[in-house]
């Protein structure tokens, strides 16, 4: 079956760092993807998602794009804060039954 | 508050014993999942329903398990005979769809944590 390879944490950075974590699939075709974040205490939340081949998907100063090429996604942050610490989940999708990575936890520290 | 709810929050229960989870999810959404998160782990696909039809099931859910829908509404997911093995958070999500081919966006409920002693 299809899998989703993202880096193992825990990712510890200072506030105002840049923050990288890759993210590879093995599904064929143009799968959806996306990054799902879990704050601390909260439910899964959609961060970003792309449909196609190039797209770029971007919120809350976070970055992804779609490369099908190296069939990857890896999630970017030019400047982290405390507040993005949680854990962050690269997705991909067959359809509508959603495939996720290990996940990623991320602290930042002051 | 107009998100994806489950109950129990929590469940603890002694091997062998039944339990049963509900899921309620956004209200105009006609499509519902369930996926299961051990500890560390990614969550991993159970199951999802389109309106009151069963349209997949991951070979995870062995026949100790089974989920319904009756009216296209809520969801409710039994485990029998509960086993050490089944102590997880079982997820349920929502979405809207027409388009069995294409992707939406899921809307995740806080889950219910089932602990089997």
């Known amino acids: 079956g299809n899998s989703v390879t993202q880096m193992e944490g825990p990712v510890t950075l200072s506030e105002e760092a840049f923050l990288t974590i890759n993210c590879t699939y093995t599904a064929t075709g143009y799968p959806s993807l996306f990054w799902y974040v879990q704050y601390p205490g909260e439910g899964l939340q959609l961060l970003l998602k792309?449909?196609?081949?190039?797209d770029k998907g971007s919120n809350k100063g976070f970055e992804a794009t779609y490369r099908k090429e190296t069939t990857s996604f890896h999630l970017e942050k030019g400047s982290v804060q405390v507040s993005d610490s949680a854990v962050y989940f690269c997705?991909?999708?067959?359809?509508?039954?959603?495939?996720f990575g290990g996940g990623t936890r991320v602290l930042v520290k002051p | 508050d107009t998100g994806v709810s489950q109950n129990p929050r929590h469940k603890i229960t002694k091997r062998g014993q039944n339990v049963t989870f509900r899921c309620d999810p956004i209200?105009?959404?006609?499509?519902l999942y369930w996926y299961r998160q051990t500890l560390g782990q990614g969550p991993e696909f159970l199951t999802y329903?389109?309106?009151?039809?069963?349209?997949?099931k991951s070979r995870l859910l062995s026949d100790r398990f089974s989920a319904e829908r009756p009216k296209g509404s809520f969801s409710t997911l039994e485990i029998q005979r509960t086993e050490q093995g089944d102590s997880a958070m079982y997820l349920c999500?929502?979405?809207?769809?027409?388009?069995?081919?294409?992707?939406?966006?899921?809307?995740f409920g806080p889950g219910t944590r089932l602990t089997v002693l």
């Open positions: 329903f389109q309106n009151e039809a069963q349209l997949e």
């Open positions: 792309a449909t196609k081949a190039d």
């Open positions: 999500a929502s979405s809207f769809g027409t388009d069995l081919s294409s992707t939406d966006t899921q809307y």
């Open positions: 209200s105009e959404h006609n499509r």
């Open positions: 997705v991909e999708a067959a359809g509508n039954k959603l495939t």
